[in-house]
């Protein structure tokens, strides 16, 4: 217990699934985090939740609304978080979208939504993230979600797999970049996770063919894991919360694999 304690910390993509259970762990951790999302009045509900939840045993919570590709409100969701727990220490870029379809159904706006969010906006977040970490004098963790995406391209998601492909890079070049100010930059890679994400991606999978019936393409995707079942969003957490931690110190420039074994690197 305690490994983050007092860390200030940012986690974009906070109203459900992964990017909540990285905030609820990180406050179990003694962590004083703002739970971001664009859905502003669900993001404040999980916030209150976890602040009765803790009742002053455990982190601090705040929350804002954010739309990640603005790179405006990204400002001020860190301006926010500054001015509510006096820095930042750890930058969680974790927001991201999918919309499947067909390789050659892919259109212009299907590529340009996926890739503002999962790419631009983790591009936005590093930098502003960055640029507040070394205000305050240097040295920060920024951690960002890539995917089994990030390592292997699948037919109906070709936009979301470029996108988290070039969150890896994104991840390796600002690694480069940052570390002459003692800022690590760091990202995982989940596999398929039970989450609302999940349950809307199979739906869009039947709508264009990809599946017949519910849970046929989540039982698809996960035929191979070796661990033998989907994760759970806690089972990413153990990770996430060692990336913000002390504990990582020495790491930068790398994803971590968290798929069961899905896809082997």
């Known amino acids: 217990m305690g490994r983050v304690r007092n860390r200030v910390c940012i986690v974009t993509g906070a109203a459900q699934g992964i990017g909540r259970a990285i905030g609820e762990a990180l406050l179990d951790e003694g962590a004083k985090v703002c739970f971001a999302d664009i859905n502003g009045d669900k993001v404040a509900e999980v916030?209150?939740?976890n602040r009765s939840r803790l009742n002053g045993q455990g982190g601090e919570t705040t929350s804002i609304k954010v739309d990640v590709t603005d790179r405006d409100q990204v400002r001020a969701m860190i301006a926010h978080t500054v001015e509510t727990f006096g820095r930042l220490d750890v930058k969680f870029n974790n927001a991201g979208v999918n919309k499947p379809m067909n390789f050659m159904?892919?259109?212009?706006?299907?590529?340009?939504?996926?890739?503002?969010?999962?790419?631009?906006?983790?591009?936005?977040?590093?930098?502003?993230a960055a640029r507040q970490m070394i205000a305050q004098g240097g040295g920060g963790k920024i951690i960002n979600t890539a995917s089994v995406a990030s390592r292997q391209g699948f037919d109906n998601v070709a936009?979301?797999?470029?996108?988290?492909?070039a969150v890896v890079s994104l991840t390796q070049s600002g690694a480069r970049d940052l570390a002459k100010h003692d800022i690590t930059v760091t990202g995982f890679a989940p596999g398929?996770?039970?989450?609302?994400?999940?349950?809307?991606?199979?739906?869009?999978?039947?709508?264009?063919?990809?599946?017949?019936?519910p849970g046929e393409a989540m039982e698809k995707f996960s035929a191979e894991i070796l661990k033998g079942r989907v994760a759970k969003p806690v089972d990413i957490t153990g990770t996430t919360t060692f990336l913000a931690s002390k504990d990582s110190d020495y790491m930068t420039g790398q994803i971590v694999m968290i798929d069961g074994g899905m896809i082997l690197v």
């Open 159 to 165: 936009p979301y797999c470029a996108s988290k492909f």
């Open 192 to 213: 398929v996770v039970a989450t609302e994400m999940w349950e809307q991606v199979d739906k869009d999978l039947m709508q264009i063919g990809a599946a017949e019936q």
């Open 105 to 128: 159904d892919v259109t212009e706006s299907n590529w340009n939504f996926i890739m503002g969010v999962n790419g631009l906006g983790c591009l936005i977040g590093m930098q502003e």
């Open 47 to 49: 916030a209150e939740t």
